[in-house]
């Protein structure tokens, strides 16, 4: 595999400090690690060797996720878990090995994850999901895996060069997305959809002037659909972290995850999933 030069532009980062989020993130210390290496990681699943971690013999762990993330989670014909492909499913599938366990993905809506928790349905969320002071309300969170920031998509020939420039423009979310908020909390009327790419689609046809989401799932799309460009705007998104979602109180899991992403993160797993899945999805 190349180097990853474009994992750099993800900011794909070992946060390792938790951080007081609000409704649109936090500026967290942008973390380093933006090292990449030439590692392969497909191939080799990382050992557990640490006798701490209790195996769960034959037991699945299944995670809830919302499979319309590329590149953290998307449907393929035949992916890392049965048609679930992306970075945060090879992550959860890593995590479930290193306990003993088997996951399995189930495939819903993002507002109904926490949800889910709630009731039973799945033990844990993964889903390219921002640690917020809301949703810490209703979930408990494992340590940051990634930092992303929302971004703004639109046509290259757009004059929208910053966020205020959207004060007039139609502008396109997807509902509950941390994006959404963002816009809410900058004033502006907008239009929710249920999928990113439906929210493209309108972009595409010219029925809306600009999309609003996370920058990795913003790369690809604007990879895999001529005539749009990035524009970024630190002013107004600041940095937002991505963890796993587990029920309150379920603190015999969160410990088994955090200490999985731990070893996930140093050993550079994670940085590797980053730079594959996103050199797989790129144009170029
Ligand atoms: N990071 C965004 C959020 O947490 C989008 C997540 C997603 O769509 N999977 O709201």
Known sequence: MKKGTKSAALALAAVMMTAVLTACGSK???AGSNTVTDTTVGGSQAENTDADVTPENGGTLTFGTNAEFPPFEF???SGVIDQYDGIDIAIAKKIAEKNG???AIENMEFPSLLVALENGQIDAAIAGMTITDERKEEADFS???YTATQVMIVKEDSDIASATDMADKKICVIEGYTGEVC?????YQYVAFKKGTDAIMELVNGKCDVVVIDS????KYVGDNE??????DASAFESEEYAIAVKKGNTELLDKINKSIEELLDDGTVADLGAMYTEAVSVE
């Not at 816009?183 to 004033?187: A, C, E, M, P, R």
């Not at 990795?216 to 790369?219: F, H, L, M, Y």
Request: aromatic share 4%; no cysteine; net charge negative.
């Open 143 to 145: 340590i940051p895996y």
């Open 183 to 187: 816009v809410k909390d900058l004033g």
């Open 216 to 219: 990795a799932t913003a790369q």
């Open 75 to 77: 449907v393929v014909a």
């Open 227 to 232: 005539g749009l460009k990035i524009v970024e």
């Open 101 to 103: 366990m088997t996951a």
């Open 28 to 30: 967290a210390d942008t």
